[in-house]
Structure formats: C-alpha cells, structure tokens
C-alpha cells in the first residue's frame, strides 16, 4: 500500500491548510493512522495520531490548532490534517503513516507485530 500525501505548499502565518492522505489500497488490521513532520536540520516527530477506535493525540505544539480527521468519503484509512493558525516554526515536511497489525517471524516462531506503511511527504513552508 502506498501512501498518497497532498496539500503542502507556501503559505502565509496564520493561514489554515489541510493536507490529505490517501492509501492506494485497503489496509487490514490497521491500529492507527499518524502525521509526522520533519524540518531542516531536525528530526522527524509525531504530530497527530487517530487510532482505529477514533481516539486522537497530539504533539503539544500542535494542539488546540491542528485536527487529525478520518475522510472516509474520499477513501477507506484516508485521512486529513486540518492546520489553523499556522506558524512559520510549522514548516516542514510532513508524512503520512500508517501502523498495523502483521505477521512476525521470531526465529523460532510466529507472533503478531507492528508494521508500517510511510507516504512520501508533502512541504509546508510557512512564511510572508
């Protein structure tokens, strides 16, 4: 499965994008879905979570602005990043995960894992 991200580009402060992911194909037994960003010079770090239960997280510096959405209307695990009031410290590029459950080979014997799916991700370039 492929993840497809959109909605990056230049915006201006305080402006309110919405990237969008959408999986090329149905993910079984997914656990969650995430948003990830990285910026120049930094590591990537964990924005926005939705489990497969609906519950959501979020990284501090993103809450109360960002909103982490399933969009099942355009595909099954698609989801969105609604961003508000965005700052010029949220540039970055941002990646769309996904984590589910597979299939893992100790060695000796089968249990059940995580694995993960990454998109290829989408900049946003916040700045006037």
């Known amino acids: 499965v492929q993840l497809q991200a959109s909605g990056g580009g230049l915006v201006e402060p305080g402006r309110s994008p919405r990237l969008s992911c959408l999986p090329s194909g149905r993910i079984f037994n997914l656990n969650a879905m995430s948003w990830y960003r990285q910026a120049p010079g930094k590591q990537r770090e964990l924005v926005a979570t939705i489990t497969n239960n609906g519950m959501t997280n979020y990284e501090d510096s993103v809450k109360g602005r960002f909103i982490i959405s399933r969009d099942n209307a355009e595909a099954e695990n698609a989801v969105s990043l609604q961003m508000y009031k965005l700052k010029p410290e949220d540039t970055a590029t941002y990646y769309c995960?996904?984590?589910?459950?597979?299939?893992?080979?100790?060695?000796?014997?089968?249990?059940?894992?995580?694995?993960?799916?990454w998109g290829q991700g989408t900049l946003v370039t916040v700045s006037s």
């Open positions: 995960h996904a984590e589910y459950k597979c299939q893992k080979y100790s060695g000796s014997y089968y249990y059940t894992g995580t694995c993960e799916y």
